[in-house]
T-cell receptor, first 110, second 109 residues
């Protein structure tokens, strides 16, 4: 089955640690995105990539980093510089505007 | 003006009611429009695309008004299972997906 997979589903991080969220898709989509969603809020764009080896900052990129070494993979690293990382993180891929989302990762800083 | 704006709601309606949401967008060059549905603590899922001439999928009707720069979603004969947050997505010319913050719908018995 084609789809987009995020892992882990839940992640707990100590303050000061970097963590990497995985996002893999087998839909052969060029475009991939990372969004952050806080309780009762909309989706805010962190980073996006339209093609392998290229990515662009979104609206809230500070404290995050990404890579796009393969078409299928777009991992997101939440660095210690991100002041308030506790949130629901959603990865998406798209073709011709239609986006498909992974099930999300809930990150909690403890 | 924000790129994409939606009334956050909640819209509280009884089962069987008809309810409509609007979503306004600021970029007149926007080319593609979609409605997504998001259940609590889940990922958004595509509900329907919005075509220039308007389109219908069962109880759902989507329309685009380019002159006034908004899209709409009409739900007829609301079901309890329609309770969710409805997100509009607008794609400007540079292809980044821009989401509205969503409109919450609560359908009660």
């Amino acid at each position: 089955d084609g789809g987009i997979t995020q892992s882990p589903k839940y992640l707990f991080r100590k303050e000061g640690q970097n963590v990497t969220l995985s996002c893999e898709q087998n839909l052969n989509h060029d475009a991939m995105y990372w969004y952050r969603q806080d309780p009762g809020q909309g989706l805010r764009l962190i980073y996006y990539s339209q093609i392998v080896n290229d990515f662009q900052k979104g609206d809230i990129a500070e404290g995050y980093s990404v890579s796009r070494e393969k078409k299928e993979s777009f991992p997101l690293t939440v660095t210690s510089a991100q002041k308030n990382p506790t949130a629901f993180y959603l990865c998406a891929s798209s073709r011709q505007g239609v986006a498909f989302f992974g099930q999300g990762t809930r990150l909690t800083v403890v | 003006r924000k790129e994409v704006e939606q009334d956050p709601g909640p819209f509280n309606v009884p089962e069987g009611a008809t309810v409509a949401f609007n979503c306004t967008y600021s970029n007149s060059a926007s080319q593609s429009f979609f409605w997504y549905r998001q259940d609590c603590r889940k990922e958004p899922k595509l509900l329907m695309s919005v075509y220039s001439s308007g389109n219908e999928d069962g109880r759902f009707t989507a329309q685009l008004n380019r002159a006034s720069q908004y899209i709409s979603l009409l739900i007829r004969d609301s079901k309890l299972s329609d309770s969710a947050t409805y997100l509009c997505v607008v794609i400007p010319g540079y292809s980044t997906l821009t989401f509205g913050k969503g409109t919450m719908l609560l359908v009660s018995p």
